[in-house]
């Protein structure tokens, strides 16, 4: 089973998002690395002008770097940034279906997250596009994973870690909280890393806000799911950027699979740096999305 690393949900700025990806580069064991703004076409100019030696330094490690597309393309200057992504000569991976109109017919692209992938019938018609590999949506049951899996004529990966993207909206939570305009938003995003959480009036964590974009309060954690996802034919997990923490957690998945380590151990060790500081695998397993398989069974 592979490592992918998706792109960057959060708005980190040219610096930090430099030095991220060096360090992906020198010492993730991952095999795919997918760059780019997936969330809000404003963020790109702060970190455009570094993408290329990412790109670059990531292959030169022996990675293979894909390009996202946004979630949400509604502007004229987002439909041509789509189009000139089509012309970097790198895969695509597509997260709005739109963003097929700007690839060339036969060109090989991969299907991101975002993209409703919920049964065969989608998935054969993705491979039938020019699909060379597709992400499934987080949301859905190991039993449906199993079913697209096994119909699929493309790999098929799984979101393994990370923040669960749950919607897209064409208004700005951040702005909204900090009493500005969407226009005038000032880039407040930057201030919460790793999302910024959203309680309920009982004060309990709910969900996470990320510019446009609204998040899970908890961290996904595929890892006592592994053996499942395994026996089902994914051929692939992916893992969503983090702040801190997040090349040695690349580590310890990749000593997970390679059977070094056990989903507890990595659990433990990788919870100081979770986003939220708590987990869930509900999808997965069918419980409520935010429900943890382990609760009650360990300190993790």
């Not at 490690?61 to 597309?69: D, I, Y």
């Amino acid at each position: 089973m592979q490592l992918t690393v998706g792109p960057t949900q959060f708005f980190w700025r040219g610096e930090a998002w430099r030095d991220f990806y060096a360090r992906l580069a020198d010492e993730a064991p991952v095999d795919r690395v997918v760059l780019g703004e997936l969330v809000c076409s404003k963020r790109l100019p702060f970190y455009q002008t570094e993408i290329p030696q990412a790109v670059e330094r990531l292959q030169a490690a022996g990675k293979q770097v894909v390009l996202t597309s946004l979630a949400l393309i509604t502007l004229k200057r987002e439909r041509k940034l789509m189009a000139d992504l089509a012309d970097m000569g790198l895969e695509i991976e597509i997260n709005d279906l739109t963003a097929l109109a700007y690839l060339p017919k036969g060109t090989a692209f991969s299907v991101g997250p975002l993209i409703n992938t919920y049964n065969e019938g989608t998935a054969a018609w993705m491979h039938k596009r020019g699909a060379a590999r597709i992400c499934l949506p987080p949301e859905l049951p190991l039993a449906s994973v199993r079913a697209i899996t096994a119909a699929s004529l493309a790999p098929v990966e799984v979101w393994g870690w990370g923040r669960l993207p749950l919607a897209i909206s064409g208004r700005c939570y951040h702005a909204r909280l900090h009493d500005r305009a969407k226009d005038n938003c000032q880039f407040i995003c930057d201030a919460d890393p790793d999302g910024r959480e959203v309680e309920t009036l009982d004060e309990q964590d709910f969900l996470a806000v990320n510019g446009v974009q609204t998040l899970s309060a908890a961290c996904a954690n595929a890892a006592y799911q592994v053996p499942a996802l395994r026996d089902a034919g994914v051929s692939s997990l992916r893992l969503s950027p983090q702040s801190k923490g997040f090349a040695e957690l690349c580590g310890d998945f990749r000593a997970l699979l390679d059977g070094r380590i056990t989903a507890g151990e990595l659990s433990q060790r990788a919870l100081p740096h979770a986003p939220g500081g708590t987990y869930c695998d509900g999808f997965l397993t069918g419980d409520t999305g935010a429900a943890w398989s382990q609760a009650g069974h360990e300190s993790a």
